[in-house]
């Protein structure tokens, strides 16, 4: 087998298979065990851009309006900064206000409630239910993509960041907005004083490509066996 030569974005029709596989159709499979992390950070991750531990350890009170655009307020450590993310349309599109009041009569704190940690971090289960893991077949295998290519190449949830990345960077040249490319993957720019009107960067965010518009919590919790 070939070894990883480093990660890469999905091509758009790996993304069209992802976001067209069972979790987002009409049937469960045979013993799947459902969760509604399953549905969402997938979702969350490509139209933000965000990492695995940040998406699970939003809580209801990072999901601010600010300045009147909705937000992710997503807090980490290390390299990446704190950073506001517009929510993008298809995310309510897809039933994020639903799920919110859903959590909140459950009276759950994080969003993504059903998401267990380990060892304080949440990328790790994250990646085996995506990924696999020796012979346990993740969400990449059941919709026939494999997690390396030919040519080496390893693909995983955070490649949808790298399609995030891929996107925004277009779209933040075309606005002649350099420091929303930065600000928006949480990387440093000492070029650029905070903050930046979150206006300009809803713009940024808005041309990300809708791979599914049928995508929709509801649906997901209605498929049949």
């Known amino acids: 087998m070939k070894s990883h030569l480093?990660?890469?974005?999905?091509?758009?029709?790996?993304l069209h298979?992802?976001?067209?596989?069972?979790?987002?159709?009409?049937?469960?499979?045979?013993r799947e065990q459902p969760k509604h992390w399953h549905f969402w950070l997938p979702l969350i991750a490509y139209y933000?851009?965000?990492?695995?531990?940040?998406?699970?350890?939003?809580?209801?009170?990072?999901?601010?309006?600010?300045?009147?655009?909705h937000c992710f307020s997503f807090t980490t450590h290390g390299k990446i900064r704190h950073r506001l993310i517009p929510i993008h349309t298809a995310l309510w599109q897809a039933g994020l206000e639903g799920y919110i009041e859903h959590v909140k009569k459950a009276q759950h704190s994080r969003l993504l409630y059903?998401?267990?940690?380990?060892?304080?971090?949440?990328?790790?289960?994250?990646?085996?239910?995506f990924s696999g893991e020796g012979e346990?077949?993740?969400?990449?295998?059941?919709?026939?993509?494999?997690?390396?290519?030919q040519q080496g190449h390893k693909t995983a949830i955070s490649s949808?960041?790298?399609?995030?990345?891929?996107?925004?960077?277009?779209a933040?040249?075309?606005?002649?907005?350099?420091?929303?490319?930065?600000?928006?993957?949480?990387?440093?720019d000492e070029t650029t004083a905070d903050p930046l009107p979150l206006s300009a960067l809803k713009q940024v965010i808005a041309p990300l490509r809708v791979i599914n518009n049928n995508v929709h919590w509801e649906r997901f919790l209605n498929r049949h066996n």
């Open 6 to 14: 480093g990660r890469r974005a999905f091509s758009a029709m790996e």
């Open 17 to 30: 298979t992802l976001f067209n596989g069972y979790i987002y159709g009409d049937e469960r499979q045979k």
């Open 48 to 69: 933000t851009g965000a990492y695995s531990d940040e998406i699970g350890s939003l809580n209801l009170t990072d999901i601010i309006k600010k300045d009147g655009v």
């Open 114 to 129: 059903d998401l267990p940690s380990k060892s304080g971090r949440y990328s790790e289960k994250v990646r085996i239910w």
């Open 136 to 149: 346990r077949l993740g969400y990449l295998q059941k919709c026939d993509l494999p997690s390396i290519d």
């Open 160 to 170: 949808l960041r790298l399609n995030f990345e891929q996107q925004i960077r277009i």
């Open 172 to 188: 933040a040249l075309q606005r002649a907005n350099k420091a929303a490319f930065y600000y928006l993957l949480g990387l440093k």
